[in-house]
């Protein structure tokens, strides 16, 4: 990839992170995103899966309603609650493996359970699986 291909891919990765991010990133060696603040995907992307792979946010994270088939590129940590809500998944593979705060996953193509939950993710809230 030539250098102008480069840096207009990574103002293009800045772009959207400004967009969804309301607080600050930095970029880990390994190419994941650790966020100190809340993480808001707007449903206008819609997404197959998320963009990057985010690592750990230390607020809530939040990609609900955007046509995610996976949760892959999930962060490992989300110090308060995550919301990934009506979408099109079928499994929870990929999911966070520990959220501190709610953890909210009702309205995909599957129907997931607390157990479901539970399985993949310590969560230290609570679990909203339905409405």
Request: charged share 25%; with cysteine; net charge positive.
């Amino acid at each position: 990839m030539k250098f102008k291909e480069f840096k207009r891919r990574l103002d293009i990765e800045e772009q959207y992170l400004k967009s969804w991010i309301y607080g600050t990133w930095s970029w880990n060696k390994n190419g994941s995103v650790d966020v100190l603040g809340h993480v808001y995907l707007q449903p206008i992307f819609k997404f197959d899966t998320l963009p990057f792979k985010f690592n750990k946010v230390t607020g809530d994270f939040n990609c609900a309603c955007n046509g995610l088939k996976t949760l892959k590129n999930c962060p490992e940590e989300i110090c308060k609650d995550f919301y990934c809500s009506n979408n099109l998944l079928k499994n929870l593979k990929y999911s966070p493996k520990i959220v501190n705060g709610n953890y909210n996953c009702m309205g995909n193509i599957a129907s997931f359970s607390e157990e479901d939950v539970k399985e993949i993710c310590k969560v230290n809230g609570h679990i909203n699986t339905c409405y």
